[in-house]
């Protein structure tokens, strides 16, 4: 496969995973900034050599081998002139803080690949920078860009340091900062890690995917020894070097199950900021469409226009087009093709979801009736003969499922229950049941995606997918705040469950627990929809009751609580479960 198409397979699923990619950058990326390690090993060797007449003939690596009995390493050399890490400082800050051309030239610059990263951290793709590099080039590209990077390197920045998912933009030098006494650099330091050093590199390769580059894995033993034994990140990993592995590297990468790209390091985050250009002109097109197709259907839910029924159904009809296209592979397992799929009806469906919001958030009850039936035709799966993935077909109903999500996150925004329960109580059959159930069971998003299209095997919720996709809508079209569109979402998502947890025990084939971001996610805790859900217990008041959810029954609405919470309770990677439980 070309480079190109590599990278920009990587760029696609790095930036679908934003924020879930932290980098490893070792000292191949500052190549041509700072002088290499074996440059500074002639250079030191050249130093102590100064004045000496002995063995004159012989090469600087051999003057040192005859004349000290030792192998000419970086660290033997290093050791030799400068016993103590104090002294190292003076002694390398001139390697670190000046070009490397003959006439001293000007302070390092960031080369590509720095301003690279930069870009990279800058648009939220990368949080996580780790390197082992001592100087500075990664820290300058971030302040040309305009930020002031966290940047933990001292033994106490490594004890103190806030939670890794609290950063935007992080810098760990793994081994230090030139300007530390205490920086790792010979091989007995490089062969083991501090605790507070080994705890944060194993909190990164635990919890993100890993893009190694510029790493050769001969020098830093610890660091080779910590990957080996940690194994696959959760959300993959690739090795970026233009050259053929050794068998140092090759132990990284088969303990990684990471994909080789044969790239310099210019030509892969070169090819990531291309790529997330493109997606942002043609997400600044989209942005524009989506905003004039919400104004026109504000326009016409707020004033009963009668054309609202006849524009919708327009909308509809294109957008159930998308699935009912002969066009798809069904038979297909590529995660690449699913990946390019779901892109695809992302892009296409922008239109479908800002008219939805729209009618949810402004209209009344009458309008928001005139989208249930479509909903509901949308909701149905066409039935396919022959052999079917279901990694494919479950996509038919993303489209339905991401404007599902789009009319209910807007009616509990707006404490607008009785549509939303006229929402979550369709009922709808399905080509594998002969019983009808709510529309919530078909549509809820861990149903319609399969979680191998995030690359993760560590449980990322799909409706987070939902959550990202649909946040532009209500951030800049309602102008609602990051904060509450994240309770909304949750709420509903939460709401959801319920309501399918309540149907499933009054039918035979009672239902599936599901998960998503209100259970796990980027907020470990509980979220303030099962508070409120919780705090009228006494009074027997709810809105959710005044609404008709559970019937009204406040008793049946303890029931679906209950049975929601012991289904979780048996579910991996809940944190909810315990607490909510206890509440009974």
Avoid at 87 to 102: C, D
Avoid at 183 to 200: C, G, I, K, Q
Avoid at 324 to 332: G, K, V
Avoid at 387 to 414: F, H, N, T
Wanted: with cysteine; aromatic share 10%; hydrophobic share 40%.
């Amino acid at each position: 496969m070309p480079i190109e198409d590599e990278v920009n397979a990587a760029a696609v699923n790095v930036e679908r995973n934003r924020g879930c990619f932290a980098l490893l950058i070792g000292s191949g990326t500052s190549r041509g900034a700072v002088k290499t390690g074996y440059e500074i090993l002639i250079d030191l060797i050249q130093q102590l050599r100064t004045g000496s007449t002995s063995n004159s003939e012989l090469g600087d690596e051999e003057w040192f081998a005859s004349t000290y009995s030792l192998e000419p390493t970086y660290s033997n050399v290093l050791e030799r002139i400068s016993a103590s890490p104090e002294t190292r400082i003076g002694l390398l800050s001139e390697y670190f803080t000046r070009s490397p051309s003959p006439d001293g030239g000007d302070p390092q610059q960031p080369r590509d690949t720095h301003l690279a990263v930069a870009d990279l951290m800058h648009a939220g793709i990368i949080k996580i920078c780790v390197t082992t590099n001592f100087d500075r080039l990664i820290e300058r590209a971030l302040n040309l860009r305009g930020i002031e990077p966290t940047v933990i390197a001292t033994a106490e920045q490594f004890r103190s340091h806030r939670p890794l998912h609290a950063e935007s933009h992080c810098v760990i030098k793994l081994n230090g900062d030139f300007t530390d006494p205490n920086f790792l650099n010979t091989l007995d330091e490089l062969s083991h890690y501090p605790p507070e050093v080994a705890t944060l590199l194993g909190k990164v390769l635990n919890d993100y995917g890993l893009i190694v580059c510029g790493w050769s894995a001969n020098w830093d033993v610890a660091l080779r020894n910590t990957i080996i034994s940690n194994g696959t990140p959760p959300f993959g990993s690739y090795w970026i070097n233009p050259s053929e592995p050794d068998d140092e590297a090759r132990s990284v990468i088969e303990a990684l199950g990471a994909n080789v790209i044969k790239a310099t390091s210019d030509q892969f985050f070169g090819g990531l900021v291309e790529h997330l250009r493109g997606s942002v002109a043609a997400a600044n097109v989209a942005s524009l469409r989506a905003s004039s197709v919400f104004s026109e259907f504000a326009r016409l839910a707020s004033t009963h226009d009668w054309q609202l029924d006849r524009k919708f159904s327009e909308e509809i009809r294109r957008t159930r087009a998308l699935v009912d296209s002969s066009d798809w592979d069904f038979a297909s397992t590529s995660i690449e093709y699913g990946q390019a799929l779901l892109n695809q009806l992302d892009s296409d469906t922008i239109d479908a979801a800002s008219a939805v919001t729209a009618i949810a958030a402004i209209g009344d009850a009458a309008a928001f009736g005139t989208v249930l039936p479509f909903l509901k035709e949308m909701a149905l799966r066409p039935t396919r003969t022959g052999r079917v993935s279901r990694l494919i077909e479950d996509l038919q109903q993303y489209p339905a499922s991401k404007l599902m999500y789009a009319a209910g996150v807007a009616l509990v925004l707006k404490n607008r229950f009785s549509e939303l329960r006229s929402l979550l109580t369709l009922e709808i059959g399905s080509p594998y049941r002969s019983d009808t159930h709510p529309i919530s069971d078909e549509l809820v998003a861990a149903a319609v995606l399969s979680v191998e299209l995030f690359s993760t095997s560590k449980g990322l919720p799909q409706s987070e997918h939902v959550y990202q996709e649909l946040k532009h809508i209500f951030t800049r079209e309602i102008g609602c705040a990051d904060a509450a569109y994240t309770e909304a979402f949750d709420e509903f998502e939460y709401l959801l469950f319920l309501n399918s947890a309540d149907a499933g025990l009054r039918r035979k084939y009672g239902y599936q627990a599901t998960l998503g971001r209100v259970q796990y996610g980027p907020r470990p805790s509980i979220p303030s929809a099962h508070e409120r859900s919780l705090e009228s217990i006494t009074s027997r008041q709810h809105p959710y009751l005044d609404a008709g959810f559970f019937g009204g029954d406040f008793d049946r609405m303890l029931v679906a609580l209950y049975e929601y919470a012991q289904r979780l309770s048996s579910m991996p990677y809940m944190i909810a479960s315990k607490t909510f439980s206890n509440q009974f």
